[in-house]
């Protein structure tokens, strides 16, 4: 760990403006994520500019219903909100599935969507890492693959998102708002993560300075039947093997719309059009759960410690829509 | 008959002695221990498997503010002795694996010795190393003996011609995956060199042990060589004997005369430094007549170690005693690899080699359709099978048939998968549990300070199993006293020599020696004796070993749940009944028994060392990867013992429990698994996707 340089934001503009022109200046948020890597040397920033009392810190109702978190919503109090627990239960789930209560009381909305991937190889700065250092090769690709891609990763690498909140996010179609050096735009959080491809140094499209201030979720009506279920070797405190987010609008026995999120699967949370687009205007059954499992996962290519991860996402798609389609209706 | 300690305190539930000073952070471990003038120690650790040093840059490191001095094998001074491999540390350019200590800053402050070590640039000539371990293997060889000193291959009877003429057989092999000790407190230790003595604060699980190792190493009279102890955050063996560190912090002190140096090992340090469990592979073949009556029983480890050091895990040594079988043979075969130094975990031996037969226990009962506890209860051998000698005492199959009334076991229905609750499904299983009881040599002095007033000196250690709290009513029944009259002093070489932490042997080596103590002191001075007066005695041996076989015993049941759609697992009960003589303190021993049940199902479901043979490295060396069980992982995990009556064993009736809780644990569970899903798992740990259907 080298020494660095820390500065509170005092707004917006300027914190913006100093980590912009700074190409080794980092946003610290919780420091859940980044302050481990400077310690194991992952990451080696010159100036952190800590946002963590710039951001908004409250949950705010839109106009359109919609709801707006601010970026440094913590998340443990954004689990903790009532209008999240009733209208988007699948989003307090997914919160209370990640890291542990000390971690969580710390954590930001923002800086969870921008943690790092958990590779052990990513983060281990005596193997060669690709993400780390482009161009060096990917160590996990005839490694321990255990916890890595099954969906869209390439022979550069074959890392995964570690966040559960982000999968939750991605389901319910959530906005992400931010202010950059080229001022300020809106990114839907299924468009914010990349897929590896030759750059897999890349986790966002975000560019360098660009502070992400606030993540609106739409009004969605169905989500409040949603659920998060989270399958991990351990019972608490360890990342996902697979996850998935999903929503339920039911009419009768048929489906009507349906908004469906892996995690565990790849470099960025995984919506999973193809599953919803094979389950809307089905009917609810067993066999239909699992045809649209099939078909999100058809062009899925395991590595060599994580077969088991095909079976287990199909398995846990079709488990999570049993219950939230056999649930009392809403 | 060993002559018996009348107890009083002994057998009560007296609160932790050193628990107040504990919880309110008063208590010193070695890091925290407060010293002038303080330096800091951050190794720099090998990046290659195998090769050879051939450049060092340090000018980088050694230009930063506040660093002192940075050691390698160029400038490092050189040992006394280089005989034991594992300790010589910074005396050769050879790096024999991935991890190896081969330089030292010593800086004003950690972060600058972290960031120094970080600038060291080291180059190596690379020679292609071997870290994978497997039976098929050709260079795989018979150690002179097994930990500490057993046969390497045992073989009575003809196993091969009891298999063929058996109506029911099995031959499978079983697996048991790298683990790691990782006690809470990592290993620490806070060097001082002054004038020709070293004092160390370390983190240790015998003073003296680390007095009598490094002073040959570094070449000082062990008089000379001060080792203080007093609190430990746990061992599990990883701190029972010293490893490279240890040393490296004393060229370190030596180089910085006068000033202390600190050292405290990262958790990812711990995963090359301070030993670890060997994987094993267990070869396990039964033959049993139609009632289940064992007639052979064979037991082949294949397990590693380190080239740098041999240490030879006994894990196929409890099949020696388990189990009636006029036909038995155990064997160990190691493969000498390019990785760190395997050392004791605790029970080393029956932790891993009571997974293998009692999984394939299961499977012949199974096999033969009897109900698993009926099983053993029939292979319950009259005397001990290994030597003839009959058992002090022993109630495996009381523990077995008190632990299934108590778990409900009766109601169950034998066949695999068949109770499914709410989407998950439901299993029980069972294992037997052994440990040897032995003991070591250790001295005690006892002072008469004032009439209520018991000095009590002994170099043990407390690990947190309560030897603080455990000592203190030995030694007032010893003297007939109330425990408030005994004034405890233990953890440092400046006491009486005493032995190691380990091998469950702490409460009957050191008890008997302050038993010894009194009874000498009562002897010389009377009773009461007067003030002033004082007495010292030692562990003798126990004649009483030459007539019979010592051991404790125990019985592991628990519940498995496996989810349906997901394979995920859960373990929501577990009880253990033991049989362990005189049990000396119910609350720390209760503690004691739970503590190894839990870590055993942490050896069930979690702990796995990912070795990447390319690199040499476990990959997994953090708490977020290395899984241990979170709190929502341990469900009522119960123990609970029978009362036994071993006049044999020590003055005091007592058998040392410190490891017997781990031992069948994940055998108990693994067998739940099979009955909840079906699904026969003989590999570690159990995970979803083993259980995924």
């Known amino acids: ?330 | 008959m060993t002559s018996q300690v009348t107890p009083y305190a002994i057998g009560t539930a007296l609160q932790r002695l050193d628990g107040r000073s504990k919880v309110t952070g008063t208590a010193p471990y070695a890091f925290e221990r407060v010293v002038d003038n303080a330096t800091y120690l951050h190794p720099v650790q090998a990046t290659i498997a195998l090769g050879q040093i051939t450049a060092i840059d340090t000018a980088e490191a050694e230009a930063l503010d506040g660093v002192i001095t940075i050691l390698t094998h160029v400038n490092a001074p050189r040992l006394a002795s280089t005989e034991d491999r594992e300790l010589a540390v910074l005396q050769t350019d050879r790096v024999s694996f991935r991890g190896q200590l081969i330089g030292a800053v010593i800086a004003d402050t950690p972060e600058t010795a972290r960031q120094a070590a970080g600038l060291v640039r080291i180059s190596y000539a690379q020679w292609p190393h071997e870290a994978e371990l497997s039976s098929e293997r050709s260079d795989l060889y018979t150690p002179e003996a097994v930990n500490p000193s057993f046969p390497a291959d045992t073989d009575e009877g003809d196993v091969d011609t009891a298999m063929s003429a058996a109506p029911v057989t099995l031959d499978t092999t079983y697996t048991t995956p790298l683990e790691y000790n990782n006690p809470m407190e990592p290993h620490t230790t806070v060097a001082l060199w002054n004038d020709h003595e070293l004092t160390l604060y370390d983190s240790t699980q015998g003073a003296h042990t680390v007095r009598t190792t490094v002073a040959p190493v570094i070449g000082l009279d062990p008089e000379r060589i001060h080792v203080s102890a007093p609190h430990v955050g746990g061992g599990f063996g990883s701190k029972g004997i010293p490893h490279a560190h240890i040393v490296l912090a004393a060229l370190a002190a030596r180089t910085v005369e006068g000033r202390p140096v600190k050292f405290a090992l990262t958790r990812q340090q711990m995963f090359s430094l301070a030993g670890h469990r060997t994987p094993t592979i267990q070869r396990v073949r039964l033959a049993a007549d139609t009632d289940g009556r064992l007639s052979a029983l064979a037991h082949d480890v294949v397990e590693w170690t380190s080239k740098v050091k041999e240490f030879a895990e006994q894990t196929a040594v409890p099949s020696r005693n388990v189990y009636a079988a006029p036909n038995r043979r155990t064997s160990h075969r190691l493969a000498a690899l390019d990785v760190p130094v395997p050392s004791w975990m605790r029970a080393p031996g029956e932790c891993p080699g009571m997974f293998g037969p009692e999984v394939a226990v299961d499977e012949m009962a199974l096999k033969c359709g009897i109900d698993p506890v009926e099983f053993r209860a029939r292979n319950e051998p009259d005397v001990d099978p290994e030597t003839g000698k009959p058992f002090s005492s022993r109630h495996l199959v009381e523990c077995l048939r008190e632990g299934a009334d108590r778990f409900g076991w009766h109601h169950r229905d034998p066949t695999p998968a068949s109770r499914t609750e709410r989407g998950w499904l439901v299993g029980t299983g069972v294992a037997s549990s052994i440990y040897p009881t032995l003991r070591a040599v250790s001295t005690a002095t006892i002072r008469v300070e004032a009439a209520d007033h018991y000095r009590v000196d002994i170099g043990a250690t407390d690990i947190g199993t309560g030897t603080w709290t455990a000592l203190t009513q030995i030694a007032a029944d010893a003297l007939e006293v109330p425990v408030g009259h005994v004034d405890l002093r233990i953890g440092e070489t400046a006491q009486p020599e005493a032995s190691v932490a380990g091998g469950s042997t702490g409460n009957a080596t050191w008890g008997t020696a302050i038993v010894e103590a009194a009874r000498a002191l009562q002897d010389t001075h009377g009773r009461p004796p007067e003030i002033g007066a004082e007495a010292s005695g030692t562990t003798p041996n126990n004649p009483e070993t030459e007539r019979f076989a010592m051991f404790a015993h125990g019985a592991q049941f628990a519940e498995v749940r496996v989810h349906a759609d997901t394979g995920e697992i859960r373990v929501p009960r577990m009880l253990g009944v033991f049989a362990a003589g005189r049990i000396i303190n119910p609350r720390t021993a209760h503690s004691q028994f739970i503590g190894g049940m839990t870590m055993g199902l942490s050896m069930a479901l979690h702990e796995v060392g990912v070795l990447d043979t390319r690199f040499g490295h476990v990959v997994n060396h953090d708490f977020a990867e290395y899984h241990i069980p979170t709190n929502a992982d341990v469900g009522d995990i119960d123990a609970t013992w029978i009362d036994e009556d071993d006049p044999y064993v020590n003055p005091m009736g007592a058998k040392g429990i410190g490891e017997i809780g781990i031992v069948g644990a994940a055998a108990a569970i693994a067998n739940a698994a099979h009955h909840a899903t079906g699904i026969r798992l003989r590999e570690l740990p159990i995970t979803p996707d083993a259980l995924l259907r």
């Open chain 1, 1 to 330: 760990m080298k020494p660095f340089d820390y500065q509170r934001a005092t707004d917006t503009d300027t914190a913006v403006a100093t980590v912009s022109r700074n190409p080794n200046a980092r946003y610290l948020g919780g420091g859940t994520n980044l302050v481990d890597h400077m310690k194991l040397g992952v990451s080696s920033p010159e100036l952190l500019v800590d946002v963590s009392r710039l951001s908004s810190d409250t949950v705010e109702t839109l106009p359109d219903g919609g709801v707006r978190v601010g970026a440094a919503v913590r998340n443990s109090d954004l689990a903790a909100e009532p209008i999240i627990r009733q209208r988007y239960p699948v989003l307090a789930h997914a919160l209370l599935a990640g890291a542990s209560g000390q971690l969580r009381n710390l954590a930001t909305t923002g800086g969870n969507l921008l943690q790092r991937t958990r590779c052990v190889y990513f983060q281990d700065v005596t193997t060669p890492c690709n993400k780390r250092e482009p161009g060096t090769g990917c160590s996990a690709l005839d490694g321990y693959t255990r916890y890595h891609a099954v969906l869209g990763s390439s022979e550069h690498c074959v890392a995964t998102h570690p966040s559960d909140m982000a999968v939750a996010l991605t389901a319910l179609d959530a906005v992400v708002h931010t202010q950059g050096p080229s001022g300020p735009r809106s990114i839907p959080v299924a468009d914010l993560h990349r897929l590896p491809g030759d750059e897999p140094d890349r986790d966002t499209v975000l560019e360098h300075g660009e502070l992400i201030t606030a993540v609106d979720l739409p009004a969605l009506p169905m989500a409040a039947r949603s659920n998060y279920r989270k399958v991990r070797d351990r019972a608490s405190y360890a990342f996902a093997l697979v996850s998935v987010a999903a929503a339920v609008d039911i009419a009768g026995d048929t489906i009507r719309d349906v908004r469906i999120a892996f995690g565990g699967l790849a470099h960025k949370p995984w919506r999973a059009t193809l599953a919803e687009n094979a389950l809307r205007g089905a009917p609810a059954t067993e066999a239909t759960f699992r045809t649209a499992a099939d078909a999100e996962l058809a062009e899925a290519r395991p590595l060599s410690d994580n077969e088991f991860k095909i079976p287990m996402a199909r398995n846990t798609l079709t488990s999570v829509l049993r219950d939230l389609t056999q649930q009392e209706g809403s």
